[in-house]
């Protein structure tokens, strides 16, 4: 496989809510809790991957998403968020208005972020390595993924070539920062 790229794996239905969980958290273990969840999935993936392509190499190239792509259309949340204000104008009952509420500063948190994440020009921001710089702990899931699914084919007697693709640096210290974290 020339390029393997990972990200559009996490728009699975399963997979989505544990990664935006991972981006929406706002302490360090609300995220590895996330990655947690995620890092079967990955295992799975480059386990198939592996096996499929018995003595071939596999470039891998770490996730290199915009962010804001796996959150809500901000459009579409500022939609959602208007109609929850009028409902709550026309709710009879306490218990009605409180879930109303608790839909609102869900919403209102979700939009927030997007908003944080939202980039007129997503080359110029954590696209490419700048993500895994961001967040270590992602291009630590991967490579266990990557690594730990490969051990497991190899001990069926399969023949893997992983190869690891850094995304998109700018910059040398880039390179060699994202390096140490994927070889730790």
């Known amino acids: 496989i020339g390029l393997c790229r990972s990200e559009h794996m996490f728009f699975e239905s ?13 302490l ?5 809790e996330a990655l947690e969840g995620l890092l ?8 198939g991957l592996f096996r499929v392509m018995d003595g071939l190499p596999v470039i891998i190239r770490l996730i290199d ?7 809500p259309d901000l459009v579409v949340l500022m939609e959602e968020l208007t109609d929850l204000k009028l ?3 026309h709710a009879v009952t306490l218990a009605e208005i409180d879930d109303l509420l608790q839909q609102l500063r869900i919403k209102e948190n979700i939009r927030k972020r997007a908003e944080i994440l939202r980039e ?3 080359m110029l921001g954590l696209r490419g ?3 895994g710089i961001h967040i270590p702990e992602l291009t630590m899931m991967q490579v266990r993924a990557i690594f730990q699914a490969a051990c497991d ?4 007697g399969i023949t893997v070539k992983p190869e690891v693709m850094i995304p998109l640096t700018a910059h040398a210290n880039e390179l060699k920062r994202q390096r140490e974290v994927l070889e730790a």
Do not use: C, G, S, Y
């Not at 079967?40 to 386990?47: A, C, S």
């Open 14 to 26: 399963e997979r989505l809510p544990l990664f935006q969980k991972m981006i929406m958290a706002d």
């Open 153 to 156: 084919v190899t001990r069926e």
């Open 87 to 89: 409902r709550i104008k």
């Open 28 to 32: 360090d273990v609300d995220r590895r």
């Open 129 to 131: 390595v700048r993500l």
């Open 120 to 122: 007129q020009n997503p």
């Open 65 to 71: 998403p915009p962010l804001h792509e796996f959150l």
């Open 40 to 47: 079967p999935f990955q295992r799975e993936d480059f386990t």
